[in-house]
């Protein structure tokens, strides 16, 4: 099982910014991609950022200029960077562990870890 819990969320001004945390706890040895995501009332879940096990990033046209996510593999932390924070910006902000496991003669499965999420709220 793998535990994830972030921080860092809070209310900021438009323009400013946030870092938020993501620390996993657990067995992370079938983990090989972890994703940020966000979701304002009314809204669906909207996938930010992805980092792969290998530094590989991507990112959703809405935030690629202005969101950074990263990893520091020492802590089994990701972190989102947020800048330029926009009123639109505004929703809960989810970590999720994405695998694979391949296990002898059963057939393999994917598996996918949420946190509960930290509020951002950008003022105008």
């Known amino acids: 099982q793998v535990q994830l819990v972030e921080s860092g969320g809070g209310l900021v001004q438009a323009g400013g910014s946030l870092r938020l945390s993501c620390a996993a706890f657990?067995?992370?040895?079938?983990?090989?991609?972890w994703g940020w995501y966000r979701q304002a009332p009314g809204n669906r879940r909207e996938l930010l950022a992805t980092?792969?096990?290998?530094?590989?990033?991507d990112y959703t046209d809405s935030v690629k200029s202005r969101f950074t996510i990263s990893r520091d593999n020492a802590k089994n932390t990701v972190y989102l960077q947020m800048n330029g924070l926009k009123p639109e910006d505004t929703a809960v902000y989810s970590c999720?562990?994405?695998?694979?496991?391949?296990?002898?003669?059963?057939?393999?499965?994917?598996?996918?870890?949420w946190g509960r999420g930290t509020q951002v709220t950008v003022s105008s």
């Open positions: 999720n562990a994405h695998g694979r496991v391949v296990a002898g003669v059963q057939a393999p499965y994917d598996i996918d870890y």
């Open positions: 980092i792969t096990g290998g530094g590989s990033t």
């Open positions: 657990g067995n992370l040895f079938n983990i090989n991609v």
